[in-house]
């Protein structure tokens, strides 16, 4: 037999059981709650290439192991261990990132006839295949930014590679904390960029 004051009893024992869920999940959501600061990349160097050519580029997105392909900034303390800066991140995962950079630069140097990434309808001679090799903070001896990149450049007509390199940078880090570590990271790659847009204008 259900006597009122045990039916009373349950639903103020449930009141208090959903008012504990509720305050749990507040706070469970005010500690996974992101407070990173946010970083992009502002390297736009100035291309000086060869004559103007009217082919079409294609620029898909880099190939990065998973340590390298997300929105953390990489701190490599030794040979085989690393860390990412904490309460720091790109704007975007860093091959995304990388991609729309590239696609940047060749656009800028208005020495082709046409640049883009996959899916835009362009009529492709060549695709610039890359992977991101390296794009961290060495710790060892004194802190410097490293990026490395290698890039092919793949006939679309025929489906071979005429041409591969790596092109690396290395930069000191000038000063203390994320926004040097960034600095650093932003003048590496800006180097490797012109140096992949040139060497492409060239072979091409």
Known sequence: MNFPGDSCGRK?????????FLVIAALSACASKANNDTYSLSASPIIEGPPSSNKQLLVPEPAALKALGSEQVVIRLSGSQ???L??????????KMV????VQAFENTGKIGGVGKPGEGLAIDYQIITEIRSFEISTEGADTAVVEIFAKILNDRNGTVGAQKAFSAAVPVRGNGPV???????GAFATVTAD????TLKAI
Do not use: E, H, T
Not at 12 to 20: H, M
Not at 99 to 102: I, N, T, V
Not at 196 to 199: E, F, H, S
């Open 82 to 84: 690393i860390q990412y």
């Open 86 to 95: 904490a309460k720091s991140q790109w704007s975007d995962r860093l091959p």
């Open 196 to 199: 992949i847009v040139n060497w």
């Open 99 to 102: 991609q729309a950079k590239l």
């Open 180 to 186: 040097a570590f960034v600095a650093a990271l932003d």
């Open 12 to 20: 103020a024992g449930l009141i208090r059981a959903c008012s504990a």
